[in-house]
């Protein structure tokens, strides 16, 4: 029966013809239902009244629908219609493995991670209890993003039931469709027990595995001879052969897999995986692992010791034993781990560049779990987000660069409802690989999947967790997926703080809550962008802000006590809006002992004490805030505050410099410099600079300390000048006071500038802190009106 397009069967139209083989000819198909593309494989025929035929293809569909795995294809249903019996399955746009090494060889990168997800597919099969028996090229689909797919479980059949025997995952086979001895399969890529007609088990799919992986990296196949019946021969009798530049350890693994007699070959593909993923991350190199000599007998693979690396123990043996004493007495003491970097995970998701907010918020998020590990030093996003993209420096540069023992990469992938992160712990001071793993969870247990990744890191670098944290980390609650999407969003866009981006970021945390009015996140998230809005007043005002960041953070405590970040945001509150210096410690501490590495935290607590004059626990919190995110332009900029309120003009400088240098295109580093010739009494001095601040896209109050520049260095003109600029750019023809009070007391009107400080205490303007110890303020301390306002501000204590 042949289709052509246009053609109904059952509910799908039939587009193309895609590829014929001896089980079925394959179309692609559009299902209307779903309005989605499928494909469907139409049993011949002739077939069709075989009932075994029938049969074979019913296995199938419920061999391959019982294994959810994003590297194998997905059946959605068996269908009927007329005399015809179809497989409708996973539309895959891509090509087969099979054309891919017509054009040769593969690079070896490519082989291994190719090899990689192979593994994990059939290491998921065989976890399911299924056996492929037709592994070969022309059965794995490589998708347009370069991913696996293995396709056609037609010859899949399930393990029997008997017990498994202790420490080996083989098991032999349930009777079959198909009766004693009889050949089913591609004989090419057949084990030799398959081609004997003999009962198999996992092992069998290995070798068909292993001739794959000699073809990809060899380029040929590795016995394949100008006939079939040859071919066969070599199967059964002979050695592989291998192409001569392959890595000596690659060869190894490869002989393994290609054991003629089962018992030598990998106990299971999680041993091959395994050795695969330690060739991948040592990029092969040929010295990596001892040479076998060619002659050397193959030992039986034990299940507890995989054999590539069982090999380099033997090696070790024949050392002579001096020479073995010399190397434990001189080799390196272990290093022990405790800081760690958790690198931009790559977006490998369904939909490219439109899910880089949640690949980036995946790293967010692993950072954040890891970070609430006391015995961990963690650095913070934001430094880590600097090594985004291609073309960075190697894991130990970017090691000494952050200053830690160890770094954390890998992918995120999502696919349908299902995520799944691969992720690899490197030692930077040993510059190796320590572990490499995959997660993967349904998308509404994505916070129970980073709080597993962080505690499997914390196991391998053998940190103690206390109590608290061991319970944390195992009761992480299930998301609603599309609220958690709009809180990532919301992330992405709040951590590049343009007034643009604000708010969007509050829309999307805005939606979140919508969604899920219990995600206590999003109320952290939607109170800081608020307080952010508020500090600007670009597009809110202060007093606009006010209460809807107090009730975010209010609410965001109330749905979960036990997060860090919400505590900051009521602390920050408390710090730029209350005033409440004994309120705003208080949960800065709770924040502390909930996650000591939250650098944020430690940024604006370092603020709050440089408001109250306590300038060396200031620049205690600054220094560790710095430790914890050290590529962040801003820390150094609320870092200088505290070394200029003490006189130290030139130190605080150098603070503006090293911000200038992380972020070039930021205006706070070239503000800050001018305020610095301002405390210094340099008013000449501070213009060129506080010019380019503005010059950057800059908020108002940049032009107000340019205009109290120009009034301090005798300009009144450009003064008065600043000012109706500050009225043209605010909100509605809406100046902030305190901008309008630092222009006139630039211009030494005291009266006006205590004027407008106290409309600015009553805008409910996050300023005022600076009024205790910036010395623009001095000349007002005497006056009985600001005296009232420190009172306010509960300076007086």
Request: glycine content about 8%; aromatic content about 8%; charged content about 25%.
């Amino acid at each position: 029966m042949s289709l052509t397009p246009g053609t109904r069967l059952g509910p799908y139209e039939i587009l193309a013809g895609i590829g014929e083989g001896g089980m079925g000819v394959v179309y692609r198909a559009h299902d209307p239902r779903l309005d989605r593309q499928v494909a469907i494989k139409l049993l011949p025929a002739g077939m069709a009244a075989d009932q075994n035929a029938r049969e074979r293809l019913r296995l199938e569909a419920m061999a391959a629908a019982g294994l959810d795995h994003p590297y194998i294809c997905k059946i959605f249903e068996i269908g009927e219609h007329d005399d015809a019996l179809f497989l409708v399955m996973e539309y895959i746009p891509g090509e087969t493995l099979h054309r891919r090494l017509r054009d040769g060889r593969m690079p070896l990168p490519e082989t291994l991670r190719v090899a990689g997800e192979i593994a994990e597919a059939l290491e998921a099969a065989h976890a399911g209890r299924i056996l492929h028996r037709d592994l070969k090229p022309a059965n794995i689909m490589l998708t347009q993003q370069g991913h696996v797919k293995i396709m056609d479980f037609g010859l899949a059949k399930r393990f029997g039931d008997a017990p498994q025997p202790a420490g080996d995952e083989t098991v032999e086979m349930q009777p079959q469709l198909t009766a004693p001895r009889t050949i089913l399969g591609t004989p090419d890529y057949m084990s030799p027990e398959q081609l004997k007609g003999l009962p198999l088990d996992v092992r069998s799919d290995l070798f068909s595995f292993g001739v794959i992986l000699a073809e990809m990296i060899g380029g040929r196949h590795p016995f394949r001879k100008p006939t079939m019946v040859e071919t066969l021969s070599a199967v059964l009798r002979e050695s592989p052969d291998l192409s001569i530049d392959i890595p000596q350890d690659l060869v190894i693994l490869v002989r393994h897999l290609l054991a003629r007699n089962v018992e030598d070959r990998y106990a299971s593909i999680s041993h091959v995986r395994a050795d695969l993923g330690r060739l991948a991350v040592s990029n092969v190199a040929a010295s990596s692992l001892p040479a076998l000599s060619e002659s050397a007998p193959v030992k039986k693979a034990r299940a507890d010791a995989p054999a590539v690396w069982r090999r380099a123990a033997w090696a070790i043996l024949a050392i002579p034993l001096v020479g073995l004493g010399a190397y434990w007495f001189l080799r390196p003491a272990s290093h022990v781990i405790r800081s760690i970097a958790v690198l931009p995970l790559d977006n490998r998701s369904e939909g490219g560049a439109t899910q880089e907010f949640f690949a980036e918020g995946m790293t967010d998020e692993l950072t954040s779990d890891l970070a609430t590990i006391s015995g961990l030093r963690v650095i913070s996003r934001g430094s880590a987000m600097q090594f985004k993209g291609e073309h960075q420096p190697a894991a130990t540069e970017i090691a000494k660069t952050l200053n830690v023992d160890a770094i954390v990469e890998g992918s995120v992938a999502r696919s349908g409802d299902k995520v799944r992160i691969t992720a690899q712990l490197i030692d930077a001071t040993a510059d190796k690989v320590l572990w490499s793993k995959n997660f993967e969870r349904n998308s509404r247990d994505v916070l129970a999947l980073q709080a597993e990744l962080a505690s499997a890191i914390a196991r391998e670098i053998k940190v103690q967790l206390t109590p608290a944290e061991q319970s944390r980390l195992k009761s992480a609650p299930r998301v609603n997926p599309e609220a958690h999407d709009a809180y990532l969003k919301g992330r992405y866009f709040f951590n590049r703080p343009s007034d643009e981006n604000l708010k969007k970021a509050i829309a999307y945390f805005a939606e979140a809550v919508q969604l899920d009015p219990n995600f206590a996140p999003a109320y952290s998230g939607l109170s800081d962008a608020y307080l952010w809005a508020g500090y600007n007043e670009g597009f809110l005002t202060a007093t606009e802000a006010r209460s809807k960041a107090k009730a975010a953070a209010e609410k965001a405590i109330q749905l979960n006590d036990s997060s860090a970040e919400g505590h900051t945001s009521l602390a920050v509150f408390k710090l730029f809006y209350e005033y409440d210096w004994a309120g705003c410690e208080g949960e800065f501490r709770r924040a502390f002992a909930l996650n000591s590495n939250y650098a944020f935290a430690h940024d604006q607590f370092g603020l709050g004490l440089a408001f109250q004059k306590r300038l060396d626990e200031s620049m205690e919190e600054g220094k560790r805030a710095s430790e914890l995110d050290p590529l962040s332009p801003q820390i150094p900029i609320d870092n200088l505050l505290g070394i200029a309120w003490q006189g130290k003009y030139q130190a605080a400088k150098e603070e503006a410099r090293k911000a200038s240098e992380l972020d070039p295109a930021y205006f706070m580093p070239h503000w800050a410099d001018g305020w610095i010739d301002i405390q210094a009494g340099k008013f000449r001095d501070a213009i060129p600079e506080l010019q380019k601040a503005k010059a950057m896209d800059a908020p108002t109050f940049v032009g107000a300390w340019l205009g109290y520049a120009y009034g301090g260095s005798g300009d009144r003109t450009r003064a008065l000048a600043e000012i109706a600029d500050q009225k043209e750019k605010s909100l509605h023809g809406y100046i902030p006071p305190f901008n309008l009070a630092i222009v006139y007391l630039g211009l030494g009107d005291h009266e006006s500038a205590l004027d407008y400080l106290e409309r600015a205490y009553s805008a409910d303007s996050q300023w005022l802190g600076w009024l205790k110890n910036d010395r623009v303020f001095d000349p007002l301390r005497s006056e009985p009106r600001f005296v009232a306002l420190m009172r306010k501000l509960h300076f007086d204590r």
